[in-house]
């Protein structure tokens, strides 16, 4: 939650070297944060952590999709992860090269695939078996050189996660059987404009161990081991970041030395998201009403489940504190927004100072799943993003307007 770039300093909550309350005094309400030195940091570990299996770094970018992150960590050397067209469209404007984007979805249209196809992408994970058919025939009308494809396994092996983020297991909507995989690979001559190099097998986000990771490693390997030109392994993401103080994680080394004896002979691709922004970012919001009600308290933010759905959607905690420390008591209250929805709660039962309207409180590590996933409901104009460097910010999105709104 707190690290070198995300800290109290003299009882105000920094980024990097900027106070956020001055910050926000010129940007207003609600807004995200994030620092372009933790999110660098974070892939840069990653990166020195997986050097020794030699492994190509993929950033997803349905984790955080504005363009100066995409720009900056393309520039710092990651491929990118992408899992609609429009995210192929963002990478190649962020200035990735089309041989360094995988391309995975499991309902990619065929629009989708034209262009992906088209602009040379390096990798499509296939999830489908008639979406094999529709690359074969769409790289043969381009007159394309083959496409290059992983087939995605979905190992029925359940990962220690949330529901809604277990990707794996048999029930899930995403890859293919392993017995479906077995029966492409045997008949891989089908298919002209194809060529099959790799498998691809993701179970899921916020892992806090590598037992089902490793057991997926070994299904995948299994179907793979006859063919000598099927040589890399796509392990997705899944990475855990820590939304509590004490929240205890693996390590990524430890993920590494886990993995190592099951993946050292192949060619290794990882598609980290979370691990590289959740920690980076957070959402500042201006207390609008105080209100005590049934026995508790409420305070009414201008910040809702429209800048940030996680709590709404996946009941997901994130730490919420005050801008400005005060040295007063704690008493648990719950952190709410305008939205017209009895879900629209930020936090339950977090513990605060007492607060009054014009107070800020930072929602903590939501630089993942945060502003992408905003939405206009409630005709709510989307938050405006800033990028801090050391000393300095930036706006990288602006905030919308009502105006906005008119489309």
């Not at 899921?204 to 063919?227: C, F, M, R, V, W």
């Not at 030109?229 to 509590?244: E, F, H, Q, S």
């Not at 308290?297 to 489940?305: L, T």
């Not at 996933?373 to 050391?390: H, L, Q, T």
Request: proline content about 5%; overall charge negative.
């Amino acid at each position: 939650m707190f690290n070198d770039s995300i800290h109290y300093k003299q009882e105000a909550l920094h980024c990097d070297d900027l106070p956020l309350n001055e910050i926000v005094a010129k940007t207003g309400t609600p807004t995200y944060i994030y620092s372009q030195k933790r999110i660098l940091e974070n892939y840069t570990q990653i990166k020195s952590a997986f050097a020794k299996l030699d492994a190509h770094i993929h950033y997803s970018a349905k984790a955080n999709n504005n363009h100066h992150i995409l720009k900056m960590l393309v520039d710092a050397g990651a491929g990118i992860d992408a899992v609609s067209g429009g995210e192929v469209y963002l990478a190649l404007n962020a200035g990735c090269s089309p041989e360094n984007i995988v391309f995975a979805g499991v309902g990619k249209s065929r629009e989708e695939l034209r262009f992906a196809i088209g602009k040379g992408v390096g990798w499509i994970n296939v999830e489908n078996i008639a979406e094999i058919d529709y690359i074969n025939e769409i790289t043969a009308e381009l007159g394309r050189e083959p496409t290059r494809i992983s087939l995605r396994l979905n190992p029925d092996v359940t990962a220690n996660t949330h529901p809604y983020i277990a990707t794996g297991h048999g029930g899930a909507k995403f890859g293919l059987t392993a017995t479906t995989i077995a029966d492409v690979l045997a008949h891989q001559d089908h298919y002209e404009h194809l060529t099959f190099s790799g498998i691809h097998v993701h179970i899921g986000s916020q892992l806090h161990d590598t037992t089902a990771t490793q057991q997926a490693i070994k299904a995948a390997i299994n179907l793979i081991e006859p063919y000598p030109n099927i040589r890399t392994l796509d392990i997705g993401g899944g990475l855990p970041v820590a939304y509590t103080p004490n929240e205890i994680l693996p390590s990524i080394q430890d993920f590494v030395d886990d993995i190592y004896p099951l993946v050292k002979d192949y060619e290794l691709i990882l598609e980290p998201g979370r691990a590289i922004v959740a920690d980076a970012g957070l959402l500042l919001t201006e207390v609008l009403y105080v209100k005590q009600q049934a026995g508790q308290i409420f305070y009414i933010v201008d910040a809702s489940m429209s800048e940030l759905i996680r709590p709404a959607l996946y009941q997901a905690h994130h730490e919420i504190l005050p801008v400005i420390k005060k040295d007063r008591e704690l008493t648990p209250a719950n952190i709410v927004g305008p939205v017209c929805e009895t879900a629209d709660v930020l936090g339950r039962n977090i513990n605060l100072p007492p607060l009054i309207a014009g107070d800020l409180l930072a929602v903590m590590t939501t630089g993942a799943y945060g502003m992408v996933m905003a939405s206009n409901y409630n005709a709510r104009p989307r938050p405006a993003e800033i990028m801090v460097n050391g000393t300095e910010w930036k706006t990288v999105r602006e905030r919308e307007t009502w105006a906005s709104l008119m489309g």
